[in-house]
């Protein structure tokens, strides 16, 4: 098994925590009830709920790995590396774990959540996910072995960002079972050319310019929960 640096070893026990310099979460949470939410099984493709799952393959696994949790694609590598070796030790024994996993052990996975903020349904955001299934050659065992957590816009008013205060996801892997989200705020700059008045419904004014003016919506929390039965 590889040692790992100190930076592979603090990714593997830390939760990512993106802090936008502009982005002040001061005003009420306005999110959904979480606790409605069905929890989705990634193994099945397509649209489940409204949560849209796509099979990708280990390169885009990293790849996402790497922007949404703002690490090197080589880092990555060494973290879904270590979780493949963990995942062997267990179940086949240590000698198993200085062998690669076969490709047809393991399974990747991409979900897709867009969540519209409740203070104006013109703004939406989309929660993604990216996952390593090990799945069992002889059983119907299986288990997520490695995850990512991040977010983006979808849609807004002018011009419109997504600012992510923060990020959390299940540390304890494997696991069957994991929740991930993100908390944000949207950011709307509009320019006083348009001969916007009266503001934007859900929003509150930030900042004011004599060319423009920035509004802040309040915070929104996008959760899933996602299994593998």
């Given at each position: 098994m590889r040692k790992f640096n100190l930076i592979v070893l603090t990714a593997l026990s830390t939760m990512l925590l993106l802090v936008s310099p502009t982005s002040v979460l001061a005003a009420e949470d306005?999110?959904?009830?979480?606790?409605?939410?069905?929890?989705?099984?990634?193994?099945?493709?397509?649209?489940?709920?409204g949560v849209v799952i796509e099979e990708i393959n280990r390169e885009q696994h990293i790849s996402?790995?790497?922007?949404l949790e703002g690490i090197t694609y080589a880092d990555v590598e060494e973290i879904v590396d270590f979780q493949?070796?963990?995942?062997?030790?267990?179940?086949?024994?240590?000698m198993s774990a200085i062998s690669p996993m076969a490709s047809s052990e393991v399974i990747f996975r991409q979900a897709s959540w867009n969540q519209t903020y409740p203070g104006n349904s013109s703004y939406s955001a989309t929660l993604l996910g990216s996952f390593e299934v090990y799945v069992s050659s002889t059983s119907s065992?299986?288990?997520i072995i490695?995850?990512?957590?991040?977010?983006?816009?979808r849609s807004g008013l002018y011009s419109t960002s997504w600012l992510q205060a923060?990020?959390?996801?299940?540390?304890?892997?494997?696991?069957?079972?994991?929740?991930?989200?993100?908390?944000?705020?949207?950011?709307?700059?509009?320019?006083?050319?348009t001969g916007l008045s009266g503001g934007i419904p859900g929003l509150s004014l930030s900042n004011s310019t004599s060319t423009s003016k920035i509004y802040i919506s309040s915070p929104m929390t996008i959760q899933r929960t996602y299994s593998v039965y």
């Amino acid at each position: 098994m590889r040692k790992f640096n100190l930076i592979v070893l603090t990714a593997l026990s830390t939760m990512l925590l993106l802090v936008s310099p502009t982005s002040v979460l001061a005003a009420e949470d306005t999110t959904p009830n979480l606790s409605n939410m069905p929890v989705i099984n990634i193994m099945h493709e397509g649209t489940v709920d409204g949560v849209v799952i796509e099979e990708i393959n280990r390169e885009q696994h990293i790849s996402n790995m790497a922007q949404l949790e703002g690490i090197t694609y080589a880092d990555v590598e060494e973290i879904v590396d270590f979780q493949e070796s963990l995942t062997l030790e267990n179940t086949f024994g240590k000698m198993s774990a200085i062998s690669p996993m076969a490709s047809s052990e393991v399974i990747f996975r991409q979900a897709s959540w867009n969540q519209t903020y409740p203070g104006n349904s013109s703004y939406s955001a989309t929660l993604l996910g990216s996952f390593e299934v090990y799945v069992s050659s002889t059983s119907s065992f299986r288990e997520i072995i490695s995850i990512s957590v991040g977010s983006t816009r979808r849609s807004g008013l002018y011009s419109t960002s997504w600012l992510q205060a923060n990020s959390w996801k299940t540390t304890q892997l494997p696991a069957t079972q994991v929740t991930l989200g993100v908390t944000g705020t949207f950011s709307t700059t509009v320019s006083n050319s348009t001969g916007l008045s009266g503001g934007i419904p859900g929003l509150s004014l930030s900042n004011s310019t004599s060319t423009s003016k920035i509004y802040i919506s309040s915070p929104m929390t996008i959760q899933r929960t996602y299994s593998v039965y």
